[in-house]
């Protein structure tokens, strides 16, 4: 058990729809990560952030977007679904704003996306 | 965009046989990671390098980075049925703001 909680472990939609997941990070980790891990394209890192700002940007759509709330957790909103939406979206958590040489992520369980 | 190439994607071995996995970069990277995920479950980080040229142990795997940090290796000496999952490297460019870019990850099996 990493210590990151995510909700809910699966979620089944339709097109067009809007979901939205959710990520408690670890107790004391500032920084939350998005990614999103599908078949053909393996780990996609989405966005970071730290303490509440955002932090870094990776592969997200403008379909979706993200926020980290005081108590640090975190939500990730992804509207007008499509079929290829459909993957494993996992959040990892870390102490850090910046990659170190302790940098570590503890990744969740991940939810699983299913859009129909 | 930067990429992090890893083969081979699958390998399947025989029980107490050896298991290297690859990373590859155009690039020169700043550290690289590797997490292991078992079947079902979610990535767990297991190393990080950050030298050039350096090599880490941890029991039977050995983990090398290259010289000149464009690529690296996961050793397994002896599989066990419990080394079965995909492993991923993780490679970091430009300095420590740069984001992680996941390779593809190798799925390895072993029969027992």
């Known amino acids: 058990d990493s210590g990151v909680t995510q909700t809910p472990k699966h979620l089944i939609t339709a097109t067009g729809q809007r979901v939205t997941l959710r990520c408690s990070p670890r107790?004391?980790?500032?920084?939350v990560y998005w990614y999103q891990q599908s078949l053909d394209q393996g780990l996609q890192f989405l966005i970071q952030?730290?303490?509440?700002?955002?932090?870094a940007k990776g592969n997200i759509l403008e379909r979706f977007s993200a926020q980290q709330f005081p108590d640090l957790h975190s939500e990730l909103n992804l509207s007008s679904l499509e079929l290829g939406d459909s993957a494993l979206y996992f959040c990892?958590?870390?102490?850090?704003?910046?990659?170190?040489?302790?940098?570590?992520?503890?990744f969740g369980p991940g939810t699983r996306l299913t859009v129909l | 965009g930067q990429q992090v190439m890893q083969i081979p994607q699958y390998q399947h071995v025989q029980e107490g046989e050896d298991f290297t996995t690859y990373c590859n970069s155009s690039?020169?990277?700043?550290?690289i990671q590797w997490y292991k995920q078992r079947p079902g479950g979610h990535p767990v980080f297991l190393i990080q390098?950050?030298?050039?040229?350096e090599v880490k142990k941890q029991k039977r795997l050995t983990f090398q980075f290259g010289e000149a940090k464009k690529n690296s290796s996961l050793h397994i000496t002896a599989t066990q049925t419990t080394d079965v999952g995909t492993y991923f490297c993780?490679?970091?460019?430009?300095?420590?703001?740069?984001?992680?870019?996941f390779g593809k990850g190798t799925k390895l099996s072993v029969k027992p």
């Open positions: 990892a958590s870390s102490p850090y704003a910046l990659a170190g040489v302790g940098d570590t992520q503890y």
């Open positions: 107790s004391g980790d500032l920084s």
């Open positions: 952030y730290y303490n509440g700002e955002e932090r």
């Open positions: 690039t020169t990277l700043s550290n």
């Open positions: 390098l950050v030298k050039s040229g």
């Open positions: 993780a490679g970091r460019y430009g300095g420590s703001q740069g984001n992680l870019i």
